[in-house]
């Protein structure tokens, strides 16, 4: 089994140290050797590799080049900075370090980098930060009491990914599914653009349409009688001034500690009212609430409580 290691820096230390002796690296690989041998192995260039018979080819550095031979033959170990799935495959790592190590490394990875539902069932279109973000908060949330909620369901894709990520939580759905509020002005296309929605379609897109309660209508009217409901994990994406200020106004009293908000398009240049309801509450209430900006495509606001 030849197995070889690109980089010679602390990424092939640490791999050294924890998996894999030394003795059974054929080689180390890097773009331009710097030195003849790293712990005790020959250290070759790429072109030299491209000779050689490789059964596996560990990655340990970030600034891989690309490799001439089969992709199935590479293994990442920092396969987790990258946004798209560099493994192709494990058999190879399978076949020359075993399924131990194979199960770690995918156990590491899981959180940032594997597709988001394992069996296929559920995309996340587009994008990609927004659902990782929210994977990632999901298991954050084992601890925290607390129902869900999403103001702005639309078709309920955000919502079928709250509703997979936790299957046991209870999961209030609050849209007219019929568009904006008549009384807000929405943005030329917008309002047409979110008319044609429907309450039974959504639900029959949720994995678990069991633990969903819908409440269809105007919000916050349709919050009526929840009043000591509380809540580890709100997305508020309404679009709207108005809508936003009421969302803010009726969820963060009831957040439970540990709890997110997910502010959806607070940084989108095309939704102003989202960033302008959050300033207004803040006055209104004098309560800072300091979030984390993300780098998703309108530019949500993680609300930690
Ligand atoms: C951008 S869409 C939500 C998209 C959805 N969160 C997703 O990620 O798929 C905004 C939705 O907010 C709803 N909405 C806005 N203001 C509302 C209000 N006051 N009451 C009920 N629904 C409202 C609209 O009907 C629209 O469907």
């Known amino acids: 089994m030849e197995i070889y290691v690109y980089g010679t820096g602390c990424g092939a230390g640490e791999l050294t140290r924890e998996t894999l002796e030394p003795t059974r690296i054929a080689a180390f690989v890097e773009s331009q050797p710097t030195r003849e041998t790293f712990l005790g192995r020959p250290v070759i260039s790429i072109s030299m590799l491209a000779e050689r018979t490789v059964d596996l080819l560990i990655v ?34 399978r076949a020359a370090l075993g399924d131990a190590f194979v199960e770690r490394l995918q156990r590491q990875e899981v959180p940032v980098r594997a597709p988001l539902w394992d069996d296929g069932s559920l995309a996340a279109p587009g994008d990609w930060v927004r659902y990782k973000t929210l994977e990632a908060i999901s298991r954050a949330l ?15 894709e955000f919502a079928a990914a709250m509703n997979a990520l936790l299957p046991e939580r209870r999961l209030y759905l ?5 568009g904006f509020d008549p009384a807000e002005a ?13 309450a039974e379609a959504v639900l029959r897109r949720l994995p678990r349409a069991d ?40 969820f963060v009293p009831r957040m439970e500690q540990g709890g997110y908000l997910l502010l959806h398009d ?7 009212g989202v960033r302008e309801a959050l300033a207004r509450y803040e006055a209104e209430t004098g309560q800072h609430l300091a979030g984390v900006p993300l780098c998703d495509i309108t530019g949500t606001l993680v609300i930690p409580f």
């Open 60 to 93: 340990t550095a970030k600034d891989a080049p690309a490799f001439p031979f089969s992709p199935e033959k590479v293994l990442y170990l920092k396969n987790h900075l990258a946004l798209i799935d560099r493994n192709r495959s494990y058999d190879a790592a």
């Open 142 to 156: 084992c601890a925290v009491p607390g129902a869900m909620a999403e103001l702005g369901v639309f078709r309920g």
């Open 174 to 178: 609050f849209d007219t599914f019929a």
């Open 186 to 198: 929405a943005p030329e296309g917008l309002a047409e653009a979110h008319e044609n929605a429907s």
């Open 211 to 250: 633990k969903a309660v819908i409440r269809a209508g105007l919000f916050p009217a349709t919050a009526a009688g929840l009043e000591n409901e509380r809540f580890a994990l709100v997305s508020l994406d309404a679009d709207l001034e108005e809508s936003t200020l009421a969302g803010l106004r009726w």
């Open 266 to 272: 607070w940084n989108h240049p095309g939704l102003p």
